[in-house]
């Protein structure tokens, strides 16, 4: 009946016995509760990490979502002004080339009216000169001279 494994049971319940009455499971009870009571701030700081994290991540989407609806109202306005200037631009030169034609055509008008009146003048010129040959040739005396010189100034006022 006394034999080791007596002893040994014996031995570790009274070292059982002795643990609880020095309060050594109150202890590692505390103990483990400061432990648990440690764990669970932790878990609550990192919860509540985690919620901070996930606004400041919300917040950098919305900031970049906002940054990009920015960046397309940029470019868009960059597009629209592009457009017009590139009508202005084509206004514009349509304008500048018309303005032109028109001066061109001027003064080709202008060169054609003083070529036909140069050609006007040579041509009464010319037709002065050779009425003048005909009519001294056959009119001679004082009546052709006076016949002469009243022709010779119809012509010119008339071709003039």
Do not use: C
Not at 39 to 64: M, Y
Not at 79 to 92: F, M, N, T, W, Y
């Amino acid at each position: 009946m006394f034999n080791e494994e007596f002893f040994v049971a014996l031995g570790f319940a009274i070292f059982v016995a002795l643990l609880g009455y020095l309060g050594v499971h109150k202890k590692i009870s505390a103990a483990l509760d400061d432990r648990g009571e440690k764990i669970k701030g932790q878990l609550d700081e990192a919860a509540k990490l985690r919620t901070e994290a996930e606004a400041v991540l919300a917040s950098f989407e919305r900031r970049r979502a906002e940054a990009e609806a920015e960046a397309a109202a940029v470019v868009a306005q960059a597009h629209a002004e592009a457009e017009s200037l590139a009508k202005e631009a084509q206004v514009r030169l349509a304008d500048f080339i018309q303005r032109r034609t028109k001066q061109a055509e001027e003064k080709i008008a202008t060169a054609e009216a003083q070529a036909m009146a140069e050609v006007r003048s040579a041509a009464a010129e010319a037709a002065t000169k050779a009425a003048e040959i005909v009519l001294k040739g056959e009119a001679q005396g004082a009546f052709g001279q006076e016949l002469i010189g009243k022709n010779i100034a119809d012509l010119k006022t008339l071709f003039n």
